[in-house]
């Protein structure tokens, strides 16, 4: 199994990104400061490590310099302010492989992850379909039998949701924090609302509700 260190001192972030790591089949381990991130990710342990700069103890520059001594080749991708240009730079020049600005929706934060995970792995999917729906993620565009359709990008991420789980019953808290982000409310029936939205799009019968669960893709 694919290990990832989450080096994140904000519990409300690091277990939005360990919730979200562990559902699609990675082990986690989470690091509160920065000292305990270095220690374990200089263990050679972990495929990879997820590294918030604003760290207590020892910052997440300091960490990344020194694991980076270590000669490890473990690919780093670190979580920056999103106002903090000069930090995302900082980051990269010190040796990381990849950044995610926060707030962050978890599919960005997973297709980082993959990305550098896969370096030299096979190709990438880059095209998911069930049915007659094909999404394909590199074009960002999305066809039902052959004929595009244009989508905005939050159905897009929605229906992506729906393909990587393709027949799953999807909660609207789940279906929230993958395609919203850890800043939504979860009372929040804007999943309702663009559901609604995909179907116009994709058809009536795409996305069932399963009542007192959540939403489901057909894929007949
Ligand atoms: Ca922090």
């Known amino acids: 199994m694919t290990s990832v260190l989450i080096a994140e001192d904000e519990a409300r972030i690091a277990a939005f990104v360990e919730k979200g790591l562990r559902a699609n089949g990675f082990a986690t381990t989470v690091a509160p400061d920065g000292r305990t991130a270095l220690d374990l990710a200089s263990t050679g342990e972990f495929d990879l490590v ?3 700069i604003g760290l207590p103890v020892m910052d997440g520059f300091t960490v ?6 270590t000669k490890l080749p473990v690919p780093v991708v670190v979580l920056t302010a999103r106002d903090d240009v000069s930090d995302t730079v900082a980051a990269l020049e010190g040796g990381a492989d990849d950044y995610v600005t926060k707030p962050f929706r978890f599919e960005e934060l997973l297709a980082r992850v993959r990305l550098r995970l896969r370096q030299d792995r096979a190709a ?9 729906l094909q999404l394909d993620l590199l074009t960002r565009t999305a066809a039902v039998a052959g004929r595009s359709v244009t989508l905005s990008s939050r159905e897009f991420a929605l229906a992506e949701a729906f393909l990587r789980h393709p027949g799953q019953v999807l909660s609207r808290e789940q279906l929230l924090s993958s395609v919203w ?4 409310d979860p ?8 559901v609604r ?12 509700t399963v009542r007192g ?6 894929t007949d």
């Open 50 to 52: 997820v590294l918030d």
């Open 197 to 208: 939205y995909l179907r116009k799009k994709l058809g009536a019968e795409r996305v069932e």
């Open 213 to 218: 669960m959540g939403y489901r893709l057909r």
């Open 181 to 184: 982000g850890y800043d939504f």
């Open 64 to 69: 990344l310099r020194r694991l980076r001594q």
């Open 187 to 194: 009372g929040s029936n804007v999943v309702d609302v663009y």
């Open 124 to 132: 990438e999917v880059t095209l998911l379909s069930a049915g007659d």
